[in-house]
């Protein structure tokens, strides 16, 4: 059971828009910069968002972050059925000197 | 253009060892803190272990501490991860990931997969 807490799927048709919720601590997301990884299967991870809601070069704005208190959300507009992955949520914890992830959102695009 | 390589991936019994490599290019390696990243079969990504750019800071997730240790030779722009008494539910693929900081790993390699199995 990993420490940042994730749902684990979400689902919405094409064109709509989906949210996927973090929720952590005062001693990971509280304190530190959330990260957002987009994974599929037999790819490496794939960085989304860094720094809580800045998007790397390349990514569209499509996707989004946002972070409040000790929860991230990660949002993503105008689905398109290349979107079908998993996502993560990561950031560093004070408290275990390390990295953590979320236990991943498998992202459904019905 | 950063690369990452892995190498070193596997087929090891329990309580074996492996040392997976990871070589960089394209950046100054030695500016850099590095990690290692790993998913198991039909499993979340897990970080395992990181390094400061020197080397001379290490960090360890619970689930290794004490069996693996994390090294870099920045003479060879390479970075190394070292794996004792190993068991079956280290059996995942490995990534290499370059660190702009706590965990924005921007960069990654395309991994290399171990199996711990007797």
């Known amino acids: 059971q990993s420490v940042l807490t994730q749902p684990p799927s979400v689902s919405a048709a094409p064109g709509q828009k989906v949210t996927i919720s973090c929720s952590g601590s005062?001693?990971?997301?509280?304190?530190?910069?959330v990260l957002w990884y987009q994974k599929l299967p037999g790819t490496a991870p794939k960085l989304l968002i860094y720094?809580?809601?800045k998007r790397p070069s390349g990514i569209p704005d499509r996707f989004s972050g946002s972070k409040s208190g000790t929860s991230a959300t990660l949002g993503i507009t105008g689905l398109q059925t290349g979107d079908e992955a998993d996502y993560y949520c990561?950031?560093?914890?004070?408290?275990?000197?390390?990295?953590?992830f979320g236990g991943g959102t498998k992202l459904i695009v019905l | 253009e950063v690369q990452l390589l892995e190498s070193g991936g596997g087929f090891v019994q329990p309580g074996g060892s492996l040392t997976l490599s990871c070589a960089a290019s394209?950046?100054?390696?030695?500016?850099?803190?590095m990690n290692w990243v790993r998913q198991g079969p039909g499993k979340g990504l897990e970080w395992v272990s990181g390094?400061?750019?020197?080397?001379?800071?290490?960090y360890f997730a619970d689930s290794v501490k004490g069996r693996f240790t994390i090294s870099r030779d920045n003479s060879k722009n390479t970075l190394y991860l070292h794996m004792n008494s190993l068991r079956a539910e280290d059996t995942a693929v490995y990534y290499c990931?370059?660190?702009?900081?706590?965990?924005?790993?921007?960069?990654w390699g395309q991994g290399t997969p171990v199996t711990v199995s007797s």
């Open positions: 394209g950046f100054t390696f030695s500016h850099y803190g």
């Open positions: 990561g950031t560093w914890d004070s408290s275990l000197s390390g990295v953590l």
């Open positions: 390094i400061g750019g020197s080397g001379d800071r290490t």
């Open positions: 005062s001693s990971n997301i509280g304190n530190n910069y």
């Open positions: 990931a370059k660190d702009e900081h706590y965990g924005h790993f921007a960069d």
């Open positions: 720094d809580n809601n």
